[in-house]
């Protein structure tokens, strides 16, 4: 490399650095950098796929230095570019603070958001520039692949991902290599491969970064499904809404085909696989395998009844292997460096790791990779940093739409498949949401509900009908139109949705109702009989007023009111006007000294 | 809107990209509506047509898919996301606030055909909740001041009110 | 093979649906989207059953559940039964005035919940079986249309459908009545659109519209279809297999 030094920048540019600005830090860093003499541009300043880190982006990391650089600005490249890049000596006011001692650290093991984390499936992103194959390659990249296909059997490779114990990350845990095995029993052809990425639910977006940031490792995983189930043909159904996903993915497509690890007589050894990106439609629904299915085969999503496995009949009637997204990511890991070593990750039921999407109302937003087995109070108060402001925790949602509310008395629970279903939750695809005393838990089981009702695929009747009245019982309670009585038939419609739907979605509809119902009953009581919200969030049963007891008349609230209904002089009392008030809560939310009160 | 004809020609140009398989359908309709931002009636039936597949079932597609839409979306889109890491840091507010700064709610579209709102399940950028996008723009930590500022820039704002 | 369903043995081949079988052995399972004719829809669930395989307890709508051997079906246990009438209370809220469906809430003591509201003038389940009927023997003039709760069926647009024939399998195939079809001797409204009937070249009556008549031609490959009503034919063809049979000795 021509006097550059060996070094390289990796600019992190995840959809949420995007949204941050990070496109304009690697235009600016370019800038300088072609300005400079004697240095070759492009090998110089890459951008990558997220970081994980995402409340502190946009992130910009050094190598071999292990620097890594936060909330970054456009204004600050230069002074990267010379101090750093050329000088060798950090920019100390953007590096990251360790919150238990005070001082800055340099590189991201040091920083305790990473330090916890065991990085499998995320182990190229923020590394590795999505677009550059020989990145990936340089990474070990298709070894496992080629490992596969040269030198072990179509039987082995499915035993070694069976022996790994690994289960379908996408939610369901179902065993993976039982899912291939028995794909490849039946005598039926042509057989497909599919990759889930129709991530849906509402703050999960582990798919999204892996698809985005590392797309190599599923087309990886792919191969090595295709070669071991007998298969020709794949397809990756990438939700509408992740545009960059579908570039980046399809970009690497016509990357590995190049050279050769797609199309025809790969490696020269007779075998074909090819893969077409197929986009979704906006349907959460899609994310149900026989709904992606029937939408691939250019029908509308509407799961069919799952008698007969889609293993055995699925696209166009064909046995067929779907897996989400993570769960392909980890399989060259597997193959590279065997079932035993996955299995001293992790737990005995749920051997590996799992990406969570850490959001909500936490300090460190963003996503994080850790084992399995791990505590969630690990989770939400070590990696996570706890609840903001100074506001109390108060639930976790964990698996979106289809799981349910781990409360406080519940966070020593270790996160695996089984234990959070057996706590009437389930693990899902990852999404982890804290939510602290200002949030509304009724609210939230009428806002999926509602959600349901919107994404459901409206054939069955349980579900449809179901959601329905949920629905209206639900808007009534949080309007203080409850009765007495609905509790009981939320829980009566709950039993049959759950028990009698057609799908998965259905099925599961009814758990954050339920979930709440046990855990927060108390809140649904206080809204029905006592036609009051407490976490002041359901506008007709909240009305905000100052306590003349704990006022000290900073004037924070004043400041921050939007619609202008907040009286009071420096240093007195201040009141709300409630003819004025929106009731939006920030008053609520920026007072110091909880003198803001829900009546 | 473009004159039918026109709109035609640039459909049929658009199915030809595809093998004429039923399969292709969602991607054809896909297209179409990124370059009309509608589906119109009319391609419906020709891509029907050309198929060979009956128009209720590729109706039922278009009003199946919520990407897809039968009446034009305005030329501002704005997507208000409404994911439960921005709903619990009210998002409801910033819809709330769209409907007064240009009297639409999620789905509509205003009578000038400039602006219209979506809401949208969760895109992906929770650490900078609530996020909206103005034409897959994306705007983090939006405040109903922030909103306000934005749409003026897209030329609805203080003076449609 | 042999499964259980009730206590009672029944033979089944591998891979029959068990709605069937139960029928054939006398059991009866409610049924109201289940039409012998078209496929499986299984989306009123009413024929929900408890399925036991090898230990391993499922809930199934027997219209579409294919049977494996040994498995130990019950088709009313008390969860089953609850669970239908609960299924039953949301149908009633839906379509308060369906004949059909206050015939099953008396038959089960669904009671009455007056907390949900239903438009009176609702009949439609949303069962499908008038969109697979089209599929399968007219046009495909009709489909769902949207999804989750504001799904309904319609013909495109809402407007009249340019290729219904107007037969009226739709009609016909509905549980609940929910289509409106209007005949008055002359003319068949159905779908916004009112069609002439033709007449019967043997009784006079008119039964089919042009439209149809133009369908069953071309699927048929016949250049004309023969103007015979169903009861002209059914006369015509007992007439056919008397005459046939005059020459048979009693034994």
Known sequence: ??????????????????????????????????????????????????????????????????????????????????????????????????????????????????????????????????????????????????????????????????????????????????????????????????????????????????????????????????????????????????????????????????????????????????????????????????????????????????????????????????????????????????????????????????????????????????????????????????????????????????????????????????????????????????????????????????????????????????????????????????????????????????????????????????????????????????????????????????????????GLCRKKCPADAITGSLKSIHSIDTQKCIKCGNCMDVCRLKAVKVR | MKKTEEMNAETVELMNKYPKEARYSLAILQDMQRKFNCIPKESLSLIAEHLGIPLSRLYSMATFYKALSLKPKGEVIVKVCDGTACHIRSSLVIIEEMRKILNIGPGETTEDGRFSLDTVNCLGSCAIAPVITVNEKYYGKVTPVMLREILTGYGGGSDVR | MNITIDGKICEAEPGELLLAVAARNGIHIPTLCHSDALAGLASCRLCIVDVNEKGWHRTVTSCVYPVKAGIEVETATERIVEMRRTILMLLSARAPDSDVINDFKRRYSVPDVERFSGDAKEKCILCGLCVKACEGVGPCAISTVGRGITKKVATPFDEPSGVCTGCGSCARTCPTGAIEMVEDGATRTIWHRKHDLLKCRICGEPYITWMEMKYLSRRLGVKKLDLVCKKCRRESLAEKMMEASEHVRPL
Request: charged share 25%; glycine share 12%.
């Open chain 1, 1 to 554: 490399m021509s006097g550059n030094g060996g070094k390289t920048v990796l600019v992190c540019c995840g959809t949420g650095c995007i949204a941050n600005g990070s496109l304009e830090i690697l235009s600016a860093l370019r800038e300088r950098a072609a300005k400079a003499e004697g240095i070759d541009v492009k090998p110089l300043i890459k951008s990558t796929g997220c970081n994980g880190f995402c409340e502190n982006g946009p992130i910009v990391k050094i190598v071999p230095d292990q620097i890594s650089y936060y909330r970054v600005k456009r204004s600050d490249a230069d002074e990267i570019f010379d101090r750093t890049l050329l000088g060798g000596e950090a920019v100390d006011r953007l590096l990251h603070v360790d919150p238990a001692t005070g001082k800055r650290v340099r590189s991201q093991m040091e920083n305790e958001f990473y330090s916890r984390q065991t990085k499998l499936a995320l182990r190229n992103i923020g590394e590795v520039d999505p677009a550059d194959i020989d990145d990936y390659i340089a990474r070990d990249g298709y070894k496992a692949f080629a490992k596969a296909l040269l030198h072990m059997k179509p039987g082995d490779v499915i035993a070694e991902i069976e022996k790994s114990g690994l289960r379908g990350r996408g939610g369901a845990g179902f065993p993976t290599g039982r899912k291939w095995k028995q794909c490849a029993s039946y005598d039926s052809f042509p057989k497909y491969v599919v990759c889930n990425g129709d991530e849906g639910d509402p703050g999960a977006f582990m798919d999204r970064s892996i698809m985005e940031g590392d797309p190599n490792t599923i087309i990886e995983g792919m191969l090595i499904c295709a070669y071991a189930t007998g298969s020709s043909s794949g397809f990756i159904y990438i939700r509408d809404e992740y545009a960059l996903a579908v570039k980046n993915f399809t970009c690497a497509i016509e990357k590995a085909r190049e050279r050769g690890f797609l199309g025809g007589n790969i490696l020269g050894s007779g075998f074909d696989f090819d893969i077409q990106v197929v986009r979704g439609g906006g349907a959460f629904v899609c994310g149900e395998s026989t709904a992606l299915m029937a939408s691939i085969e250019g029908r509308v999503g509407e799961p069919r009844a799952k008698y007969i496995r889609s293993v055995e009949k699925g696209l166009w009637g064909k046995p067929t292997v779907l897996n989400n997204v993570e769960t392909w990511a980890n399989v060259p890991l597997i193959i590279m460096n065997g079932a035993d070593w996955f299995r001293t990750i992790g737990t005995e039921r749920s051997p590996g790791t799992k990406v969570f999407s850490l959001v909500g109302k936490i300090r460190n937003t963003g996503l994080v990779e850790v084992p399995m087995g791990i505590t969630i109070r690990e989770l939400v108060s070590n990696i996570g940093g706890g609840v903001p402001g100074n506001r109390n925790f108060k639930a976790v949602q964990t698996g979106g739409p289809s799981g349910g509310c781990i409360p406080e008395s519940m966070l020593d629970l270790e996160v695996d498949f089984d234990t959070l279903t057996e706590a009437g939750s389930m693990m899902g695809s990852g999404g982890m949401i804290v939510m602290d005393d200002r949030t509304c838990m009724v609210d939230v089981a009428r806002y999926y509900i509602g959600f349901l009702s919107e994404e459901s695929c409206g054939k069955c009747v349980p579900c449809r009908e179901g959601l329905r009245r949920m629905g209206e019982i639900l808007n009534d309670i949080c309007a203080g139109k409850g009765r007495e009585g609905d509790m009981e038939m939320l829980e009566k419609i709950c039993e049959t949705v759950s028990e009698a739907s057609l799908c998965g979605l259905g099925k599961s509809a009814p758990n954050p109702v339920m979930s709440t119902l046990k855990h927060f009953r108390d809140e649904y009581l206080s809204h029905i009989n006592g036609k009051r919200c407490p976490a002041g969030v359901c506008r007709e049963l909240t009305s905000y007023f100052i306590d003349p007891e704990a006022c000290v008349g900073c």
